[in-house]
T-cell receptor, first 115, second 116 residues
């Protein structure tokens, strides 16, 4: 069965420092990969997506992610974080199952940006 | 273009009652998916509707049901509420379903259900 593992449940980081949020998935077929962000009391907002093509994907708010097929990873990075980046981040994988495409979310990583 | 809207935003019910949540997708989107979000279980997929048909279903008991109307609006119903049903229920719409080239899901703000 398909699964998504976000390796860190919480990541504290100082403002203006770089950050990497790690995501690994298990799937033997072609997949589509996503990172979403959720601010308190809000729904999820798409940060970036990998559908095909270049393995380095750039998203909104200065985030980027690299798709690594051999390591089945899709880690999210930002070179310099801001206080406003404090939120929960979800990695998601979508592939074709018996009932059509399904999207599975990771457990989430809570990013705390400290001043 | 208006985003995904969910009503109501907050709901308080007691055990044994039933509840109906509503989701209006982005105009032109034909797929609507529902998720349950809790601190312990994270985001769990409930079901997806596409063109008024349930196309995918997660691992939830039959107390959880849904439907989609011809205008793509969707409702989710939970009968015989249990304390464990307290959660944020998120609705997401997309053009082509939960996968494929047009897979991006747009989420609503959610309905927070509290069961007492």
């Amino acid at each position: 069965a398909q699964s998504v593992t976000q390796l860190d449940s919480q990541v504290p980081v100082f403002e203006e420092a770089p950050v990497e949020l790690r995501c690994n998935y298990s799937s033997s077929v072609s997949v589509y990969l996503f990172w979403y962000v959720q601010y308190p009391n809000q729904g999820l907002q798409l940060l970036l997506k990998y559908l095909s093509g270049s393995t380095l994907v750039k998203g909104i708010n200065g985030f980027e992610a690299e798709f690594n097929k051999s390591q089945t990873s899709f880690h999210l990075r930002k070179p310099s974080v801001h206080i406003s980046d404090t939120a929960e981040y979800f990695c998601a994988v979508s592939d074709r199952g018996t009932g059509g495409f399904k999207t599975i979310f990771g457990a989430g990583t809570r990013l705390f940006v400290k001043a | 273009k208006a985003g995904v809207t969910q009503t109501p935003r907050y709901l308080i019910k007691t055990r044994g009652q039933q509840v109906t949540l509503s989701c209006s997708p982005i105009s032109g989107h034909r797929s609507v998916s529902w998720y349950q979000q809790t601190p312990g279980q994270g985001l769990q997929f409930l079901f997806e509707y596409f063109s008024e048909t349930q196309r995918n279903k997660g691992n939830f008991p039959g107390r959880f049901s849904g439907r989609q109307f011809s205008n793509s609006r969707s409702e989710m119903n939970v009968s015989t509420l249990e304390l464990g049903d307290s959660a944020l229920y998120l609705c997401a719409s997309s053009l082509a379903g939960t996968g494929g080239p047009r897979v991006e899901q747009f989420f609503g703000p959610g309905t927070r259900l509290t069961v007492l």
